[in-house]
């Protein structure tokens, strides 16, 4: 499996910015997540949607701002992001699995695929 993120960029706050990612070899059997860090900051979870529930899940700090999707028939997950705020700011990884378990979705050792990462920048 292999991942490149794109679609970084700056934007100011309370914008918006969509995140892609090209997931070669994405089946319904993988789980996809995107994980974030900052400066200086250690990495840590955003989103993700397992591949047997299919339904989403998300940092506390970004629900009802941030959506997670997948288009498997293009191999693309997707992270939409709106009402952006400076502490966004980081650089986002897109990540992958086929055997994490729903209990360890949020953390970024249960995924064996990584991006290369795309920085986003929210200015104030």
């Known amino acids: 499996v292999q991942l490149q993120a794109s679609g970084g960029g700056l934007v100011q706050t309370g914008g918006s910015l969509r995140v892609s990612c090209a997931v070669s070899?994405?089946?319904?059997?993988?789980?996809i997540a995107w994980f974030r860090q900052a400066p200086g900051k250690e990495r840590e979870f955003v989103a993700a949607?397992?591949?047997?529930?299919?339904?989403?899940s998300y940092l506390d700090s970004v629900k009802g701002r941030f959506t997670i999707s997948r288009d498997n028939s293009r191999s693309m997950v997707f992270l939409q992001m709106n009402s952006l705020k400076p502490d966004d700011t980081a650089v986002y990884f897109c990540?992958?699995?086929?055997?994490?378990?729903?209990?360890?979705?949020?953390?970024?050792?249960?995924?064996?695929?990584w991006g290369q990462g795309t920085l986003v920048t929210v200015s104030s």
């Open positions: 070899g994405l089946t319904s059997s993988t789980s």
């Open positions: 949607i397992h591949r047997s529930s299919g339904r989403p």
């Open positions: 990540a992958a699995s086929r055997t994490v378990i729903l209990s360890a979705l949020r953390l970024s050792d249960s995924y064996a695929y």
